[in-house]
């Protein structure tokens, strides 16, 4: 069972800057998609940016400009730089994972315990 771990986030004041990372114990055989989603208290879990396999790099319009992803494979690791936060990026920041962990796996999605971002006005 692959585990993903979360690491950064915290508190910060509007304007600020935090980084996330994921780390993925083990390297599946193909991964489709690695990335971040968020969810605000009261709201649905969204995307918040995430990496496709064809090296695409998917951001959620509220986001665009001000975070920038980046995935290391020889690290299993995915990066999340935040910046020019606002107070309405506060949420539990989960890391995803999706793909094949062997090659006759069926497609399964991974998923972090979820991270905490508190941005203040």
């Known amino acids: 069972q692959v585990q993903l771990t979360e690491s950064g986030g915290g508190l910060m004041q509007a304007g600020g800057s935090l980084s996330l990372s994921c780390a993925a114990s083990?390297?599946?055989?193909?991964?489709?998609?690695m990335g971040w989603y968020r969810q605000a208290p009261g709201k649905q879990r969204e995307l918040v940016a995430r990496?496709?396999?064809?090296?695409?790099?998917d951001f959620a319009d509220s986001v665009k400009g001000r975070f920038t992803l980046y995935r290391d494979d020889a690290k299993n690791t995915v990066y999340l730089q935040m910046n020019s936060l606002k107070p309405e990026d506060t949420g539990v920041y989960y890391c995803?994972?999706?793909?094949?962990?062997?090659?006759?796996?069926?497609?399964?999605?991974?998923w972090g315990r979820g991270t905490q971002v508190t941005v203040s006005s």
């Open positions: 995803n994972l999706g793909g094949l962990y062997r090659a006759n796996s069926r497609y399964a999605d991974y």
């Open positions: 083990e390297k599946l055989f193909f991964i489709v998609a």
């Open positions: 990496t496709t396999s064809g090296g695409i790099s």
